[in-house]
Nanobody, 123 residues
Framework: QVQLVQSGGGSVQSGGSLRLSCVVS????????MGWFRQAPGNEREFVAT????????TYADSVKGRFTASRDNAKFTAYLQMNSLKPEDTGVYYC????????????????WGQGTQVTVSS
C-alpha cells in the first residue's frame, strides 16, 4: 500500500519561506507524478504544483509561479515544495499527492494523499 508522509510547514510572517517534504513508501515503485495541493478554510482543495517522475516537467498554479519550486529526490523517495515570498493568502493545509501516471492538476486523478500539513502566513 502506498503511503505518503508529510513534514514541514508551520507559521511564518509575510515574505518568509518554508519547505514541505513528502516521503513516499519504498513499495511505491510505480509512482511517477507528484502533486501539491492546498485547502484554505471554507474553500475547495486547489492545485499548487506538480512534478513529473523524472523531475523534468513541472507545472505551477499562476498564484505561486516564481515563488514556489517543486523538486524531488527519487533516491530518497521524497518530494519537496520550497515556498518563498509567502503571502497571507498562501495560508492553508497543504497536501502532497501521488499517481502512477503523468502530471496533472486535477486532484481527483491522484489516488494517494499525504496527511496534510498546516501553513500559516501572517501579515
Amino acid at each position: 500500500q502506498v503511503q505518503l508522509v508529510q513534514s514541514g510547514g508551520g507559521s511564518v510572517q509575510s515574505g518568509g519561506s518554508l519547505r514541505l517534504s513528502c516521503v513516499v513508501s519504498e513499495g511505491a515503485r510505480n509512482i511517477h507524478a507528484m502533486g501539491w495541493f492546498r485547502q484554505a478554510p471554507g474553500n475547495e482543495r486547489e492545485f499548487v504544483a506538480t512534478i513529473a517522475g523524472d523531475g523534468g516537467l513541472k507545472t505551477y498554479a499562476d498564484s505561486v509561479k516564481g515563488r514556489f519550486t517543486a523538486s524531488r529526490d527519487n533516491a530518497k523517495f521524497t518530494a519537496y515544495l520550497q515556498m518563498n515570498s509567502l503571502k497571507p493568502e498562501d495560508t492553508g493545509v497543504y497536501y502532497c499527492a501521488a499517481r502512477d501516471g503523468p502530471t496533472t492538476d486535477q486532484r481527483w486523478q491522484y489516488p494517494y494523499w499525504g496527511q496534510g500539513t498546516q501553513v500559516t502566513v501572517s501579515s
